[in-house]
C-alpha cells in the first residue's frame, strides 16, 4: 500500500529550541499504538532527527516542519527544515550518533536537499507475524504439563 503524502497522520510545526524534541517525542507517540518495540524506535529515530536540527540552528524562532504517516505496512516520518539545520555537517560522518541509529534502527532514510529547504526522513517496515507462526495460547504450555 503506497503512501499518501498528502494526507500525513501528523503535521505540525515546531520552533527549533531546546523543547522540540521533547514534544517531537510526545506528538509521534499519539498518533499510533504500534507494537512497542516499534513505537520506541519511531520515537527515538524521531527524537534524534528533532535534535540534531536543534543543535545546527544558530537562531532562535526558526521553525521544522514535523510529519508523519502510519498505514498498516509502514512508518514514515520526515522533518523539513531550512537547509543549514538538516544538512551534513561539515565534521566527519561516521561520528554522528543520529546517522548511525539511522543505519540502525530504519529500513531506509535519506537527507534530500533543495535549496534552501532540506527533508531528512526515515521508514520503518511494520512486520506482521504469519498466522502460521503465531502459537495458540496455552498449547505449548499444557503440553508440558501433560507429560510426566
Keep these: ?58 537562531s532562535t524562532g526558526a521553525t521544522m516542519q514535523l510529519r508523519a504517516w502510519m498505514p498498516a505496512d509502514v512508518v514514515r516520518v520526515e522533518l523539513r527544515a531550512p537547509r543549514q539545520h538538516l544538512g551534513r555537517s561539515s565534521d566527519d560522518d561516521a561520528r554522528d550518533y543520529s546517522l548511525l541509529l539511522l543505519d540502525e534502527l530504519a529500513d531506509r ?23 502460521s507462526q503465531a502459537e495458540p495460547d496455552g498449547d505449548r504450555r499444557e503440553e508440558s504439563l501433560a507429560s510426566p
Design 1 to 58: 500500500m503506497p503512501i499518501d503524502l498528502l494526507r500525513p497522520d501528523l503535521a505540525m510545526s515546531l520552533t527549533l529550541d531546546p523543547y522540540a524534541p521533547r514534544a517531537a517525542r510526545y506528538h509521534v507517540a499519539q498518533v499510533d499504538r504500534p507494537s512497542p518495540d516499534l513505537r520506541d524506535a519511531v520515537v527515538l529515530l524521531t527524537s534524534e532527527l528533532v535534535t540534531r536540527a536543534v543543535q545546527h540552528a544558530n
Design 109 to 131: 532514510w535519506s537527507l534530500d536537499e533543495a535549496g534552501q529547504s532540506a527533508c531528512m526522513w526515515f521508514e520503518i517496515d511494520r512486520h506482521q507475524r504469519a498466522p
